[in-house]
C-alpha cells in the first residue's frame, strides 16, 4: 500500500435518533420494564426522556442502557407540563401518546419547534375525538391535550410534509379501544415509516397495510430489550468525506443490509458517482475513487440526507439536482435556501425551485457558514470543509441536537484520512 494512501477507518457512531425516539414510546407504552441498548444520546433524545418522566413515565438510565417501565394505561402524572426543546419526535409523538391516558398534559417547544408544522396531525386526532387545543397559532406549539383515552376507528391523514405524523398514529393505534384504519393521502419519507412498522413487529403489534389504508389492531404493546443501531443520517458524512478523498476508506459497523434507516440508501448516491461502496450483512464500507459524477437524484425518500449530497456537490464533475425535497424546507430551518446561500456565498454557483436545488461544478471558497441553529447544516459543511479552506460556523455546537461529539468524531476522521 502506497505510504500516502489514507488507513481504513472503522467507526462506531452513536445509536439512531429516529429508532431511539420511537423506541421510548414503545417502551412507555408496552406491558413491562424494557431496556434499551445503546440508545443516542444527545439532545433531542434526552428531551424526550424528560417528557416521558414528567409525564410520570419511570426511565432509569445508564451510558449503555435505558430501562423503562410501561403503562399501557397512558401518564401516571394527572396533570404536567412538557418542555420538548427542538426535538420534532418529541413534540409530536409525546402529545398523541398522552392522548391515550386520562389528564390534562400542555406541551411547549424551543422557537425554532414552534415553527414547525403540526396541523395534519393535530386534525388527525380531533378526528378521533380527542381534545387538542393550540394556545397561540393553530397548527403549532404551544398545545394542551385533555385526554380522556382514544376509542380508535376510521381517520384520514395528510404525511405530504412529515411522515412522523403518520408515525404518531401508528404508534398510538394498539393503545386505542378499536384499533385505528388510518388512510393515507400523501406520504413523504416512507422509509421512516417502515421503521416504524418494524420496530412496532418487535413489540408485538402487526400493521397491515391496504393500499393507502394502515390497519392497526388494539391490543397493546409487550415489554422486550431492544438493541438500537448507529444513526444511518449522521453515517452520511462520514461516507461523504471518504467519497471525496481519493483513498480513503470509512467503515461503519451496526449498519449493513438487514438496517431499519432508509437514510442507508445515501450511499447508493455515493455510488452512481463514482465511490466505491460495500454494503455487508452487518456493516458498510464506502472508499474514495478520485472520481465524483454530477447527477440527477430523487430524495424525497432519503432527505435528511440532501445536505449531505449538496455540500459535497461542488467537487463533482457535472451539475447535482436534487429533486423532490420540498419537506426540507419545513425542517429545523428551509434546508434547501439554507444550502443555497451557505453554496453562494462559497462562490458556488446554484439555481433552486420549490422542491429542487441544482449545483454547479466549481471552485470554492472558505466562508463564515450560517447553520440557522440546524444541526445537519453544521455536520453537511463541515464535510465541504475537508476540500476548502477556511469554512467556519456561527453555531457549531447546534449538533450536541443528535450527535454532541461530532466535531471531535469528524476531527479525528480529518486527521486520519488527511482531510
Not at 382514544?150 to 393505534?173: F, R
Not at 445515501?266 to 472520481?291: I, K, N, P, Q, Y
Not at 441553529?373 to 465541504?384: L, P, Q
Request: net charge neutral; proline share 7%; charged share 20%.
Amino acid at each position: 500500500m502506497p505510504v500516502d494512501t489514507p488507513a481504513p477507518q472503522s467507526l462506531s457512531l452513536p445509536g439512531s435518533k429516529s429508532i431511539t425516539a420511537r423506541a421510548l414510546f414503545l417502551a412507555a407504552a408496552a406491558d413491562g420494564v424494557t431496556t434499551l441498548v445503546r440508545p443516542l444520546r444527545s439532545d433531542d433524545t434526552e428531551g424526550f426522556a424528560e417528557g416521558l418522566v414528567r409525564l410520570g413515565y419511570r426511565v432509569g438510565r445508564t451510558p449503555d442502557t435505558w430501562q423503562v417501565d410501561g403503562r399501557p394505561q397512558g401518564p401516571a402524572a394527572a396533570e404536567a407540563d412538557v418542555y420538548c426543546r427542538d426535538g420534532a419526535t418529541t413534540a409530536r409523538f409525546l402529545p398523541t401518546l398522552a392522548a391515550a391516558g386520562h389528564g390534562t398534559y400542555r406541551f411547549d417547544a424551543s422557537p425554532q419547534m414552534r415553527r414547525r408544522p403540526l396541523l395534519p396531525l393535530s386534525r388527525a386526532l380531533r378526528d378521533l375525538g380527542v381534545d387538542l387545543r393550540h394556545e397561540e397559532a393553530e397548527g403549532h406549539h404551544p398545545l394542551t391535550v385533555r385526554a380522556a383515552g382514544v376509542e380508535g376507528g376510521d381517520v384520514v391523514l395528510d404525511a405530504g410534509q412529515s411522515s412522523q405524523y403518520l408515525t404518531a398514529l401508528l404508534l398510538l393505534g394498539p393503545l386505542t379501544r378499536r384499533g385505528l384504519r388510518i388512510r393515507v393521502t400523501d406520504l413523504v419519507s416512507a422509509p421512516y415509516v417502515e421503521i416504524t412498522l418494524a420496530m412496532m413487529r418487535a413489540f408485538g403489534v402487526e400493521v397491515a397495510r391496504e393500499g393507502d389504508v394502515f390497519v392497526v389492531p388494539p391490543g397493546g404493546y409487550r415489554a422486550t430489550t431492544y438493541a438500537i443501531e448507529p444513526d444511518a443520517s449522521t453515517a452520511s458524512y462520514f461516507f461523504a468525506a471518504a467519497a471525496i478523498t481519493p483513498g480513503a476508506e470509512v467503515t461503519v459497523p451496526g449498519l449493513g443490509a438487514g438496517a431499519l434507516q432508509g437514510d442507508l440508501g445515501f450511499v447508493d448516491v455515493l455510488r452512481r458517482m463514482g465511490a466505491r461502496v460495500s454494503v455487508g450483512a452487518d456493516a458498510t464500507t464506502v472508499r474514495g475513487t478520485g472520481e465524483l459524477r454530477g447527477l440527477t437524484v430523487n430524495m424525497r425518500d432519503i432527505s435528511d440526507t440532501m445536505p449531505t449530497l449538496a455540500a459535497i456537490a461542488p467537487f463533482a464533475s457535472g451539475p447535482v439536482r436534487i429533486e423532490d425535497v420540498a419537506n426540507t424546507r419545513v425542517k429545523e430551518c428551509d434546508r434547501l435556501e439554507a444550502c443555497a446561500e451557505n453554496l453562494r456565498r462559497m462562490g458556488v454557483r446554484v439555481a433552486t425551485g420549490p422542491d429542487w436545488i441544482e449545483i454547479r461544478p466549481g471552485a470554492a471558497t472558505g466562508t463564515r457558514v450560517t447553520s440557522y441553529g440546524d444541526h445537519r447544516i453544521v455536520m453537511s459543511f463541515a464535510v465541504t470543509g475537508l476540500r476548502v479552506p477556511g469554512i467556519s460556523f456561527d453555531d457549531p455546537g447546534c449538533v450536541r441536537k443528535t450527535f454532541p461529539g461530532f466535531h471531535e468524531a469528524f476531527a479525528a476522521l480529518r486527521t486520519n484520512i488527511g482531510g
